[in-house]
């Protein structure tokens, strides 16, 4: 049983390194902020993009959350997921 759920915990963690992997060797976070700025020019285009982030930020929730997070923790994650690939200066 120990072994199951180990395994079940792992499918998620190999599906966020893979996501990770893609960001970081793609650089996608530089795309994030030009379809920003689009949305802030073109309104009409903004509930496609909310849908966009919004999938994206189910998706990775439902990875972490299959790992085991929850509460605060969860949400932490999450977040700070979504928010890694932003190669923006600070």
């Given amino acids: 049983m120990a072994s199951q759920c180990h395994e079940r915990a792992r499918e998620p963690a190999v599906r966020i390194h893979q996501l990770m992997k893609i960001f ?3 650089d996608h ?10 949305a802030i020019s073109h309104p009409d285009l903004m509930p496609k993009i909310r849908a966009t982030y919004g ?4 998706y990775v929730r439902k990875l972490f959350s299959d790992m ?7 949400s932490l994650r ?6 890694f690939p932003d190669s923006s200066p600070i």
């Fill in 24 to 26: 970081i060797s793609d």
């Fill in 29 to 38: 976070g530089k795309y994030d902020n030009v379809i920003m700025a689009l």
């Fill in 55 to 58: 999938f994206r930020m189910d």
């Fill in 68 to 74: 085991g997070y929850r509460g605060k923790e969860l």
């Fill in 78 to 83: 999450t977040r700070m997921f979504t928010e």
